[in-house]
């Protein structure tokens, strides 16, 4: 049976709701002073080193869809096997990837989200910028917690 239920338990909600936070995080890795980076700092030495802070494949779109389809298997399957079947895992991923994303296209550094995605060149060098110095906005919190509320939301319902 195909459809939307609100019948995710608890746990799911949880498991969702820290999935969507860990990837909203999860694109700083290419920064050594970062959360995620501090946390697997040979890997974000080499992307650093590499690519740069927000010019790695982290930063990028094809990053987070991959990022968040791994996230759907990985859930879906024992959760199949279980009888526990539930997508909001994986939006949730996609959801705090994606915020993380859209947040820093409006900081002053700006990000180049379209990078290997099949396009032309022109879009996919495309950099989206905006006023917001990363850090320092009370901004920039208020829009962290609000992602975190909706993958929170997002997490309540179990599609099926
Ligand atoms: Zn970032």
Redesign the pocket.
């Known amino acids: 049976m195909t459809g939307i239920s609100f019948e995710g338990g608890m746990g799911d909600i949880l498991i969702s709701t820290l999935l969507g936070g860990v990837m909203a995080v999860l694109?700083?890795v290419?920064?050594p002073g970062?959360m995620t980076g501090r946390l697997i700092r040979p890997l974000s030495l080499y992307l650093e080193e590499r690519w740069g802070?927000?010019d790695s494949p982290?930063?990028t779109a094809v990053f987070v869809f991959i990022s968040s389809l791994t996230v759907a298997a990985l859930w879906l399957l024992p959760g199949h096997l279980a009888g526990l079947s539930t997508m909001a895992p994986g939006i949730a991923a996609l959801l705090g990837g994606t915020s993380?994303?859209v947040?820093?296209s409006v900081t002053r550094s700006g990000?180049k989200p379209w990078r290997y995605l099949p396009i032309p060149e022109k879009w996919r060098q495309k950099i989206y910028r905006g006023t917001l110095e990363?850090g320092k906005s009370a901004l920039e919190r208020v829009l962290a917690c609000a992602g975190l509320l909706g993958a929170f939301f997002i997490s309540i319902f179990k599609l099926t």
């Open positions: 694109p700083d290419d920064h970062s802070h927000r982290a930063h993380h994303l947040m820093d990000i990363s």
